[in-house]
């Protein structure tokens, strides 16, 4: 079976671990002990009847304030596909956890209060996941019971993240009306909405496309190898091989490759893993690579196909979201970690910052605590990357403060990709 890693987003309160929960239970993915410890954790909240969101709320202080804090994991298995859930905060102050959730799914569930529609924090989480090149949204119009299964107010959510899909570039999107807390829509159909005739979450995340995140790229083209070297490796009686995961498109030998940053030409000689010698690997397989030449190579290089290598620069452009206490200017001092390669990095400039709401960029100075913007960067040493929407890997890169060394920043190669669209006739 495949598997499809899948992040569930959106703002606090519009019932994303309830509906997790839910889809779990409803599935039997739950042991009897999980049940009992769910159900003493609502005991002890008070809560009248089993808390389905405490399923995926672990933390004691999560089940305390009754929010996800930290991204929460879980394994599940139907019988036509496996999944790996990320349960993300939707809190604000927890961004930072919502992007590592979002950074290796292939698809985000987006889930939307349909009492309110969309929030701006959902529209955050919805461009971060759109960023980092989710390009697949389910969306569940939750809390439908609450509106008495009104159609409006599924019309209008549906209106709102199809304007807001088309803006971000997401090659497709499915709404589904829900209710979390009763089960409705999320494996079984329901006679609540006679007027749906969709799928249910089950159905629809069954049947999405899925990949090995690495090797996805979005709906865009991909790239061909590369292979971040992690460890140097010398072996008795002379020689080195170098170790590292394929990424971009596979590697074979007989490659013709260069060593970058500093552009060396080579030919891949074997391809090594625990179990032999392979002719070729494929993308997302941890290898050991033999070069033909004597090259002086270190972690932090990359080896790429020379047919198709990356740019190599001391500075570029890129998007950020940036989840420091305090704000980035131009002229600050970081240190950027990009693929096995760490080092200092000046701030040039701050051009813009990302209004989640009207989907534009407006020209700043300064971009603050959870703030998604635009900025150039110039490296100490010379990096190779290639555009986000290209390679997750060689397109991505995280700040980090020189100091404390805390992550301050999720980071993407190139500008976002905002497209013009027209707003739907009313009614």
Known sequence: MDLLRFAAVGSVDDGKSTLIGRLLFDTRQLFDDQIEAVAAASERRGVGEVDLAFVTDGLRAEREQGITIDVAYRYAATPRRKFIIADCPGHVQYTRNMATGASTADLALVVVDATAGLREQTRRHSCIAALLGVDQFIVCANKMDLVGWDRGAYDKVSEEIDVLARRLGVASTTVIPTSALHGDYLVESSEAASWYRGPTVLEALESAPAGRWAAVHGSHQGTAARLPVQWVLRHPGGGRS????????????????????????????????FDGQLEEAPVGLSVSVHLADDLDVSRGDLIASADDPPDVSTRFEATVCWFGERSLHGGDRLQIKHTTRVTPVRVDDVHARLDVNELHLVPVEELRDNDIGTVTLSTATPLATDPYRRDRITGSFVLVEETTHATVAAGMVGRPELTDVEDPPAG
């Open 242 to 273: 170098y170790a590292g995961m394929v990424n971009g498109g596979p590697l074979r030998r007989g490659d013709r490759v260069v060593v970058l940053p500093e552009g060396r030409a080579s030919t891949v000689s074997t391809i090594e893993t």
